[in-house]
Nanobody, 120 residues
Framework: QVQLVESGGGMVQAGGSLRLSCIAS????????MAWFRQPPGKEREFVTQ????????AYADSVKGRFTISRDNAKNTVFLQMNSLKPEDTAVYYC?????????????WGQGTQVTVSS
C-alpha cells in the first residue's frame, strides 16, 4: 500500500525558509514522479512543482520559480521542497503527490498535507 507522509511545515516570517520532506513507503520510489501541490485558505489546490524519475526533470509554477527547489533522494525514498524567500501568499497546506507515470498529468497517490504559515 502506497503511503506518503509529509513533514517540515510550520510558521515562519516573510523572507524566511522552510524545508518540507515527504517519505514514501510501499513503493518503488526510483520509478515515481513526485510533486508538491498546495491549497491556500479558501482556494483550490494548485500545482507547485514536480520532479520526474529517471532524468529528474523539474518543473515549477511561475509563482515559486527562483524561490523553491524540489529534489529527491531515492536511497531514502524521500522528496524535498526547499522554500526560500517565503511570502504570506505561500501560506497553504502543502501536499506531496506521486505517480508511476512520467507523462500523465494525474497523481493517484497523495499525502495528508502539512501546514505552512508565513506571517508578514
Amino acid at each position: 500500500q502506497v503511503q506518503l507522509v509529509e513533514s517540515g511545515g510550520g510558521m515562519v516570517q516573510a523572507g524566511g525558509s522552510l524545508r518540507l520532506s515527504c517519505i514514501a513507503s510501499g513503493v518503488t520510489f526510483s520509478r515515481l514522479r513526485m510533486a508538491w501541490f498546495r491549497q491556500p485558505p479558501g482556494k483550490e489546490r494548485e500545482f507547485v512543482t514536480q520532479i520526474t524519475y529517471r532524468d529528474e526533470t523539474t518543473a515549477y509554477a511561475d509563482s515559486v520559480k527562483g524561490r523553491f527547489t524540489i529534489s529527491r533522494d531515492n536511497a531514502k525514498n524521500t522528496v524535498f521542497l526547499q522554500m526560500n524567500s517565503l511570502k504570506p501568499e505561500d501560506t497553504a497546506v502543502y501536499y506531496c503527490a506521486a505517480s508511476y507515470n512520467n507523462y500523465n498529468p494525474d497523481y493517484p497517490y497523495w499525502g495528508q498535507g502539512t501546514q505552512v504559515t508565513v506571517s508578514s
